[in-house]
C-alpha cells in the first residue's frame, strides 16, 4: 500500500510525463474522433500509430541508455521479435485463404514444399500465447545476452559493437528460408486480427489508439521505475560503476534487470506496429534501424523518457515530409541533424526548454556515450 | 583449494579476536610489486592510520581489503570470511566500506540521494523496486546529514558541492552503510586546517562504535588522530607504533618524514 502511494508520487513528481501522457492520449483521441466524423484523413491514422509505436521503442531505447548508460545499437532485434510474433499470429489465422488455400501452412512454407507446421509455429494460432511471445521472446533473448555480456564486465563502445553484431546476426538468420520465418519476405498479406479484418479502418483506429495506451502505460511505468530506489541505483551504475559496487550493489542484476524490460517494451512496440504497417521481414534487423532509433532519442533528449517520445515523433515527421519531397537528401538530413544536436543540443530538443537547469548538462548523464 | 582453505582457518585460530587479518600479502602488477609480503592485524575497535610515501602500495592493500585486486599471494581474512575469494559487492555486504582517495560521489543525485544509496538495507533490484523509507530510516539519514554537517544542503546536487563537503559527503555515505570496517583514503586532501581539524574529530566520533583504517599524508592529521601508526614502504610494513615511535624512526625519518 505505502509503495503503491510512493509510486503515484513519484510519477506525479517530475510533471513532464504525465503532461505528455495527457497529451498523447488527447491527441489519439482527437484523431479517432476526426477520423470517424470525416475531418481526418484515414492516411493520417496508421501513421500516426506507426509514430507512437516508434516512440514506445525510444522510450525502452531511453530506459537503458538514458538511464543505465547501457549503448544498445541492438534493440530493431527485440523490436523485430516481437513484430514476428504477432506476424506469425496474423499468418496462422489466414488458414485456407491464402493463395495454396493450405488449411493449416502459411503460403511461404507450401512454396517451401513443407507439409507439416515447425514446431515453433505451434501455439500461435491463439492470440493471448503470441501476445505472450511477443514480450516473452524479446525479454529473454536480452535476459541470455545481458547475462552474459554484463557478467564479463563487457560494457561501453564494445557492449554497443556487440549488440551490433546481435541484430546483423538475426538479420542474417531470418533472411534463410529454411529458418521457416518467411525468408527475405517476411510475412504478410495479414487479413484479420482478434475477429475483426486488419485493413478496415476501425482496426486502424484501433490499433492506434491501442498504441497510444501502451505508450501512456510504459511512460508511467518507465517513470516510476526510474524514480524508485532502483532507478536510482541504475543512474548510478551509469555513472560510476565501480563506485556501486563498494556500496554492495551488483552492478550486472540492475543492468540486467533494466535490459530485460526494456526488450520486452520493444517487443510490444513491435507487436502494435506490425499489424499497422501490414508486414514484417528480416530488414526490420538492419543494423542501421536500430542505430536510428537510437538517434531518436539523442534528437529528443536522452535521460528524460518524455525526450525520446519527442525525438522518435520529430524525427519520423521530418523522415515522411523528406521523403516524400525530397526522398534522395534524407539520409544527408538525418546525419546533419545528428551532428548538429550532438554539437549545439547534447541535451537534445528538450534541453532546449529546460535550459534553467543547464548545470546538469556538464555530467556524465549527457556525454555521449 | 582445500591447502589454501586450511590455510586460512589457521590463520582464524592463530589470529583469535582479529578483525583484520593481513599476513604475506603479495601483489604484482607486471613485474612490479606493490605489496611484498605485507602483514597487519587490526582488532575490532581499533583505529589505525597507515602512511608511507606514494608508490608504497597504500592503496594496493585497500583494494585488496575490498576485492578490486586478487593477491598473488598471502592471507587476507576479515572476521572469519576469506577475503581473496569475495569479490567487491560481497566483501561490502561482509561489511567493509571504502571512501576513496578523490572523492567519488554520485553528481546527479542530491545530497540526500547519495545517503540513501548508501543506507544499509538489502541491494538486490527485486528489493529496490517498491522501496520506501522507514521512519527510523529517515531518523538516521537525518542523523548522517547532521554529523557531517550537510543537512542545509540535502537537496542539493552532489556534484555542485565544494572538494571538502564531498569528502564529508563520502564519510555520510560510509556512515548511512554502517560497516564493521571503514577503509578511509586521505580524508583531508585538499581540506583547509579547519575542515582536517573536524574531520580529525569526526574519524575519533566514528570510531567509537566502528573499527576504522584511514590513510593519509598530513602528519598533522595523523598527530591529531593519535592512534597507532603503520608505515609503509616498498610493500611492506617498515615500522609501527605511536606516532612519536616512528617518527624518531631513522629509517622511517630516510623515505619519508625526511624528504
Given at each position: 500500500m505505502t509503495g503503491a502511494v510512493a509510486l503515484l508520487r513519484a510519477i506525479a513528481a517530475d510533471r513532464a510525463v504525465p503532461i505528455a501522457a495527457v497529451v498523447i492520449l488527447a491527441t489519439a483521441l482527437a484523431l479517432a474522433f476526426g477520423n470517424s466524423n470525416g475531418t481526418v484523413p484515414n492516411w493520417l491514422v496508421p501513421l500516426v500509430g506507426k509514430y507512437l509505436c516508434y516512440a514506445l521503442l525510444a522510450v525502452s531505447i531511453d530506459l537503458v541508455w538514458g538511464y543505465g548508460g547501457i549503448l544498445s545499437l541492438g534493440h530493431g532485434v527485440f523490436f523485430g521479435l516481437g513484430g514476428y510474433a504477432i506476424g506469425m499470429h496474423m499468418m496462422r489465422l489466414i488458414g485456407p485463404r491464402g493463395v495454396y488455400a493450405h488449411p493449416v501452412l502459411p503460403d511461404f512454407m507450401v512454396f517451401l514444399n513443407w507439409t507439416e507446421l515447425p514446431w515453433?509455429?505451434?501455439?500461435?494460432?491463439?492470440f493471448p500465447f503470441a501476445a505472450a511471445m511477443a514480450l516473452l521472446v524479446p525479454g529473454v533473448v536480452a535476459l541470455v545476452f545481458g547475462f552474459l555480456a554484463f557478467r564479463s564486465r563487457v560494457t561501453g563502445v564494445y557492449l554497443s559493437i556487440i549488440t551490433q553484431a546481435l541484430t546483423f546476426a538475426t538479420m542474417l538468420a531470418f533472411f534463410r528460408n529454411d529458418m521457416g520465418f518467411g525468408g527475405n519476405n517476411g510475412l504478410t498479406d495479414f487479413r484479420d486480427l482478434l475477429g475483426f479484418p486488419v485493413r478496415s479502418d476501425g482496426m486502424r483506429i484501433a490499433l492506434m489508439l491501442a498504441s497510444a495506451v501502451a505508450l501512456v502505460l510504459s511512460l508511467l511505468g518507465c517513470r516510476a521505475l526510474v524514480a524508485s530506489r532502483f532507478g536510482m541505483v541504475l543512474v548510478a551504475v551509469r555513472d560510476a560503476e565501480s563506485r556501486v559496487r563498494f556500496l554492495g550493489y551488483r552492478p550486472e542484476h540492475y543492468k540486467l534487470v533494466a535490459l530485460v524490460i526494456s526488450a520486452m517494451l520493444a517487443g510490444l512496440a513491435g507487436a502494435l506496429y506490425v499489424p499497422q504497417v501490414g508486414i514484417i521481414n528480416p530488414s526490420e534487423f538492419a543494423p542501421a534501424n536500430s542505430i536510428e532509433a537510437v538517434v531518436w532519442v539523442a534528437v529528443g533528449g536522452r535521460g528524460r523518457l518524455v525526450g525520446a517520445v519527442l525525438g522518435a515523433v520529430a524525427v519520423n515527421a521530418a523522415k515522411t515530409w523528406f521523403t516524400g519531397a525530397l526522398p534522395e537528401l534524407w539520409l544527408f538530413a538525418l546525419g546533419l541533424l545528428f551532428v548538429l544536436v550532438t554539437l549545439f543540443l547534447p541535451r537534445g530538443l528538450l534541453g532546449l526548454f529546460t535550459l534553467r537547469r543547464s548545470s546538469i548538462a556538464a555530467t556524465p548523464a549527457v556525454r555521449p556515450a | 583449494m582445500n591447502a589454501a582453505r586450511h590455510e586460512a582457518a589457521l590463520a582464524q585460530r592463530l589470529t583469535p579476536g582479529s578483525l583484520l587479518y593481513l599476513d604475506g600479502v603479495t601483489v604484482t602488477f607486471d613485474g612490479f610489486r606493490a605489496l611484498n609480503a605485507l602483514s597487519l592485524t587490526l582488532e575490532p575497535g581499533e583505529m589505525r592510520a597507515v602512511i608511507g610515501p606514494n608508490g608504497a602500495g597504500k592503496t594496493t592493500m585497500m583494494d585488496v581489503i575490498t576485492g578490486k585486486t586478487h593477491p598473488d599471494s598471502g592471507i587476507a581474512m576479515f572476521d572469519g570470511l576469506d577475503l581473496t575469494r569475495l569479490d567487491e559487492p560481497a566483501i561490502a555486504e561482509a561489511g567493509i566500506g571504502r571512501k576513496f582517495q578523490k572523492p567519488t560521489v554520485f553528481d546527479e543525485h542530491s545530497v540526500l540521494g547519495n545517503i540513501l544509496l548508501a543506507l544499509k538495507n538489502p541491494r538486490g533490484p527485486h528489493r529496490n523496486l517498491l522501496f520506501t523509507l522507514r521512519g527510523e530510516e529517515r531518523d538516521r539519514i537525518d542523523h548522517v546529514l547532521s554529523t557531517v554537517h550537510l543537512a542545509d544542503a540535502r537537496d542539493r546536487r552532489a556534484g555542485e558541492l565544494s572538494h571538502g563537503q564531498k569528502q564529508w559527503l563520502e564519510i555520510g555515505m560510509l556512515l548511512a552503510q554502517d560497516p564493521r570496517l571503514l577503509l578511509v583514503d586521505e580524508p583531508v586532501a585538499g581540506m583547509t586546517d579547519a575542515e582536517s581539524e573536524e574531520t580529525a574529530a569526526l574519524l575519533v566520533e566514528i570510531n567509537r562504535n566502528h573499527t576504522v583504517l584511514v590513510v593519509e599524508h598530513d602528519m598533522e592529521f595523523v598527530r591529531a588522530l593519535d592512534v597507532r601508526v603503520t608505515v609503509l614502504h616498498e610493500g611492506s610494513v617498515l615500522a609501527e607504533g605511536s606516532i612519536d615511535h616512528v617518527s624518531a624512526d631513522p629509517r622511517v625519518v630516510e623515505v619519508y618524514l625526511g624528504r
Open positions: 515453433y509455429w505451434h501455439g500461435f494460432q491463439h | -
